[in-house]
């Protein structure tokens, strides 16, 4: 879940970033290589800019379960019976009869006590520490494929409908993207949806806006 997180929203901004900038280039001039220098340049950057703030911030919830991972396995090698202990208190805190909740304790630590405290006291499995790597990776390689799609459409369609059809194909992607990501956290789909398309249509008409003005003075 947390690589295909990380891939959703790299797409998003991939598809967002290198549309503006993209479209900015492409109201000031219809000259094919600036539109495509800038692309280019968008896209490098953006990728390895996305992956290492997925590392960088995946490493820190990593570092944090790993370091909750050695003091709880700590506390079960040092004081044994106030782990067991504790871990009754929870499942009687749950609705457990005490006599209950001290079997199924004593049971879950004979047959896995770290893991039953980790999954009791913090919600974490072991076996499944988020990785930094697989985040970088999924992010850098999304915002790759989405930056993609508007640096093709407006390098591939004529001038004369070059940014309608590029506001049209990147509006339609970030409809898709913001579905998905609205799935994925099991939010309101319309809703999700709605905010990603609207802040995308601001942003090329921001860049758009821009483009034209400077287009228009550089004419000048």
């Known amino acids: 879940m947390n690589w295909l997180r990380a891939g959703v929203l790299g797409a998003n901004d991939g598809i967002v970033s290198v549309a503006a900038v993209t479209v900015g280039v492409a109201a000031a001039t219809a000259q094919t290589a600036p539109i495509l220098t800038a692309g280019l340049a968008a896209l490098v950057g953006g990728a390895i800019s996305m992956a290492l703030g997925e590392y960088v911030s995946v490493s820190s919830q990593s570092d944090t379960q790993k370091a909750l991972i050695a003091k709880e396995r700590t506390e079960l090698a040092e ?8 871990l009754a208190e929870l499942y009687e805190a749950k609705g457990l009869s005490p006599t209950t909740a001290r079997q199924v304790a004593v049971e879950l630590t004979e ?9 009791a006291e913090l919600n974490i499995d072991e076996d499944e520490v988020v990785s930094p790597w697989n985040a970088a990776l999924a992010s850098a390689v999304a915002f790759t494929l989405g930056a993609a799609l508007p640096l093709a459409a407006v390098l591939l369609i004529p001038e004369p409908w070059r940014v309608g059809t590029t506001f049209a194909v990147v509006l339609v992607a970030l409809a898709g993207t913001g579905w998905i990501a609205a799935w994925i956290g099991a939010a309101p789909r319309v809703r999700a949806t709605a905010r990603v398309v609207v802040g995308g249509a601001l942003a090329l008409g921001a860049t758009f806006a821009v483009g034209s003005l400077l287009g228009t003075t550089a004419a000048g």
Do not use: T
Request: a negative charge; hydrophobic letters at 40%.
């Open 111 to 119: 047959h896995d006590a770290l893991s039953a405290h980790l999954e």
């Open 79 to 86: 004081m044994p019976e106030e782990e067991l202990a504790e």
